[in-house]
């Protein structure tokens, strides 16, 4: 098995929380301290906050707790980035100096007391931990069905994700080294880990109100952030007018057939067959023809995110070479 006593580092994007980030560290302090000392991790783990281009005190904040905290740490973006591509900066620098990489939000809306497990869960050979919220009890009766339909919507259209996981998880060290070599510029990280695979479990955790400060995800941003996630997993929406493509020809045809039948009964005035039928032959054809184009860019579009075709997760010749057999 692994050996104990790794070093965590655990990763948290920070836009304009100048008013929770004191708190914030004030329990992560206590979490790491006891987690030191009881032996489950490293002295050298850190806490690591990326400053998303904020516009208030937030980065004035973690350099101030970087001076006065030994276990705490920062980066800061060149500008806003949105919270995927500061949370992606925090687990690629993470990953050059950590064993274990957790992240989370800075609103400690997810249970920091979740991370023991996920631990314990690593040693026990998972690479990804996943932090899943059993409960929304504390969460907005709007927030909750939004957020919940968000991941119905999102299995719906095909693209494999967690139920009720956002971004609170552990990875290893290696799952964020086989993460860097996912070159696509539109992210949607929960959507990733689970097609990296390797071993893995949920912890299950009850969401907490936000202390203080404000969502930075309202209705908008999450619509846009499932569009997103839609659009950069899932080819669905361009089977979907494939499918209608088709099923409008087959409509066709049997109004075909039906205008045909009326006009031998005589029932018609002159030309009317002729204008029915052309007008659904052609709707019917173009949709197919958009369904097939569209077939093909959704190939292109695969192809051009060049992701790994598959990933190693053991190999027992370097196993045996190391274990001199
Ligand atoms: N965040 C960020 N950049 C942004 C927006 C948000 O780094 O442009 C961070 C934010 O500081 C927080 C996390 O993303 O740590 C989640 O945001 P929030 O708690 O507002 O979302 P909610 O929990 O309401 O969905
Ligand atoms: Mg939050």
């Known amino acids: 098995m692994k050996k104990k006593e790794e070093i965590l580092y655990i990763v948290i ?78 687990l ?61 919507l999102m299995n719906a259209m095909g693209v494999e994700i967690v139920f009720n996981h956002a971004d609170y998880r552990l990875t290893s060290k290696r799952v964020l080294e086989n993460l860097a070599d996912y070159k696509e510029v539109n992210l949607f990280l929960r959507g990733m880990f689970p097609l990296i695979g390797y071993k893995s479990d949920k912890v299950f955790y009850e969401r907490n109100e936000r202390f203080a400060g404000e969502s930075k995800y309202p209705l908008k941003k999450m619509l846009s952030f499932a569009w997103d996630g839609i659009t950069s997993f899932s080819i669905k929406p361009i089977t979907l007018i494939f499918n209608l493509g088709i099923t409008i020809l087959i409509i066709s045809t049997l109004i075909l057939i039906y205008s045909l039948v009326v006009k031998f009964l005589g029932q018609t005035v002159p030309g009317w067959t002729f204008i029915i039928c052309s007008i659904w032959i052609v709707a019917g054809l173009e949709m197919f023809s958009l369904g097939v184009i569209g077939e093909y860019i959704g190939k292109i579009y695969n192809e051009t995110k060049g992701r790994p075709r598959y990933i190693i997760s053991r190999n027992l010749v370097e196993e045996d070479k190391k274990g001199d057999k």
């Open 92 to 152: 690629m620098t993470a990953k050059n100096y950590a064993d274990i990489i957790i992240s989370m939000d800075a609103d400690l809306q997810d249970d920091i007391n979740a991370v023991d497990e996920m631990i314990e869960k690593y040693y026990d050979g998972c690479d990804i931990v996943y932090g899943v919220r059993s409960a929304r009890k504390k969460d907005t009766f709007f927030k909750r069905t939004t957020a919940e339909g968000f991941y119905k």
């Open 13 to 90: 994007p920070c836009y304009n929380e100048e008013e929770v980030l004191e708190e914030t560290t004030k329990q992560l302090k206590e979490k790491i301290q006891k987690l030191i000392n009881d032996k489950m991790i490293s002295d050298q783990s850190r806490v690591m906050y990326v400053n998303d281009g904020s516009k208030d005190k937030t980065w004035e904040l973690i350099e101030k707790i970087d001076k006065r905290e030994k276990y705490f740490t920062g980066i800061s973006l060149s500008r806003n980035r949105g919270h995927q591509n500061a949370l992606l900066a925090g």
